[in-house]
């Protein structure tokens, strides 16, 4: 008997931590993003006015790599990575190109959480991490066929990764994850006594 493991679902994950200078450069990332936090307040209006336990720029700031310089070699480093995650997902992109369309700041705080939601209008979504303090929660991640699995008996308690319902990717400073952007995912409690920071983005098909 062969078993054949169709429709995979890929995600990417990489880090910046072994990279020179990494250090200083996720300490500009963390001041850039913490001032945002502090000065932006369309966004904390935003956030006020749709319970988001925390700050995020999602909904007011749509400038990041023309505001800050350090947000503008970020996205270099994404472009990269996104280019060569497409390759791997073997996209034929014809004449287009992935582009960045949006990249965002989250300030998570302690017991805030992020429903599971996915990404519309996007072809590749992702995530790097800036600050995963003890308890900073994980990325929780869903199969995308549990909601076509109907009366389908629940997965073994051991079952391995590759059989599970929910994986959960504990990052820390310097992961990042990207995923297609039909996938649905979310952010539970966190746990940690400061802030979770990460910034997210969406790569469209341009």
């Known amino acids: ?65 023309q505001r800050a310089s350090v947000f503008g070699a970020l996205k270099s480093k994404l472009d990269k990575r996104a280019a060569a995650f497409a390759g791997d997902l073997h996209m034929d992109l014809g004449a287009g190109r992935l582009k960045l369309d949006s990249l965002w700041v989250n300030v998570l705080k302690p017991g805030a959480a992020h429903t599971g939601h996915i990404h519309p209008h996007s072809v590749i979504s992702g995530t790097i991490y800036v600050a995963t303090p003890p308890g900073a929660s994980a990325l929780k991640l869903e199969d995308p066929r549990l909601a076509l699995m109907m009366a389908a008996p629940p997965r073994a308690a051991d079952a391995p990764e590759e059989a599970r319902s929910f994986i959960y990717l504990q990052p820390e400073p310097g992961t990042i994850l990207m995923w297609e952007s039909w996938l649905r995912h979310e952010v539970p409690a966190n746990g940690a006594k400061t802030p979770r920071i990460s910034i997210s983005f969406n790569y469209g098909w341009r």
């Not at 913490?34 to 904390?44: I, K, N, P, S, T």
């Open 1 to 65: 008997m062969t078993l054949r493991p169709l429709f995979v679902t890929q995600v990417y994950e990489a880090s910046l931590a072994g990279e020179k200078g990494f250090a200083a450069f996720n300490a500009e990332l963390e001041e850039a993003c913490l001032m945002l936090a502090d000065e932006d307040m369309a966004g904390r209006a935003w956030c006020k006015a749709h319970r988001y336990g925390g700050y995020t720029s999602y909904a007011s700031l749509n400038d990041l790599p």
